[in-house]
């Protein structure tokens, strides 16, 4: 975006509420639309369940790419391959951001990467600092760190008032992922 | 989404933050990426420079409709042709409703239409409750009255920590809109 303005800014999405990647799968949509080049990688998700996946697929200059496995994370006692798969998609990050061939990168759950100690906030913010100047940077996931949330230009909550579980319902296909 | 599960929840997606109308957009992505049919009306928007109008082309089963001007509504004062379009849109989502012919329907920004007085909440929930056992609701925009909030299943406020606004930073193309 920086042939437009020159300027491009650091979004944070957190809370414990639905719509942190939705919300941004939709900014890179609308990204997209005006022709820019968007790319998201998925932090400690590496499924095809994901229906953005196949969606993605007809938006030209969107991308999405998962370093991670379909099992859950063990915040405890993360696998070492869990935590090779999320420095690998920091290095990739990192090799764009350099490159400067994307105008958004969203940085999917690496907010839980980081409280689950899989990548350090230091490195993150590395490559957030080094990026071009008119590149626009989305953090995703809860537990957004402190330094995230002094870096970035726009912070939003998303806030949990109702949820479904009470009714004992559980992800479905079309929603949730 | 009938065939899989034969349950349609009601989302509602609200507060001063960033991020409704894209969250939606990005549940819509992924709604239809998993082959399920989508359709967003948004109200009080009419322009084509939204970026997601051009990006949703290439997303099989997803399409969305402007019923609204490009022009700010007068909270104070709307418009007759205000009234009347968003009324109209609210005619399309009964008769989408009634035909059972989407999965997903996502009414953006119909909450603002409601506290701006151009339709009644009354007239939404009566189009929600007689929708198809298996068809999703979105229900986006700040000031969602409260007969949504008890209608719901799910609500999350969208709430802002940190905006770019004190940087005297404009709608920026590709983000906003």
């Known amino acids: 975006m920086a042939s437009e303005r020159g300027l491009g800014m650091v979004h944070v999405y957190t809370g414990n509420g639905k719509g942190k990647t939705t919300a941004s799968l939709g900014l890179g949509m609308r990204a997209a639309g005006h022709g820019f080049r968007v790319l998201m990688i998925q932090f400690m998700k590496g499924d095809i369940k994901y229906g953005e996946l196949e ?5 030209p200059n969107f991308d999405i790419l998962q370093f991670g496995r379909p099992d859950f994370v063990d915040k405890e006692n993360p696998e070492r391959i869990d935590i090779d798969l999320a420095r690998k998609g920091l290095e990739h990050a990192r090799g764009l951001v350099n490159s400067g061939d994307i105008d958004m990168l969203i940085l999917d759950e690496i907010n ?4 689950w100690k899989l990548v350090t906030a230091a490195d993150v913010i590395d490559i957030v600092m080094s990026r071009p100047k008119g590149m626009e940077i989305v953090l995703t996931g809860r537990y957004a760190p402190a330094e995230f949330i002094d870096l970035a230009d726009t912070v939003t909550e998303m806030k949990e008032i109702k949820h479904p579980y009470m009714n004992k319902i559980m992800a479905r296909k079309g929603v949730e992922y």
């Open 112 to 115: 839980v990467a980081v409280e």
């Open 55 to 59: 969606a993605v697929k007809g938006i």
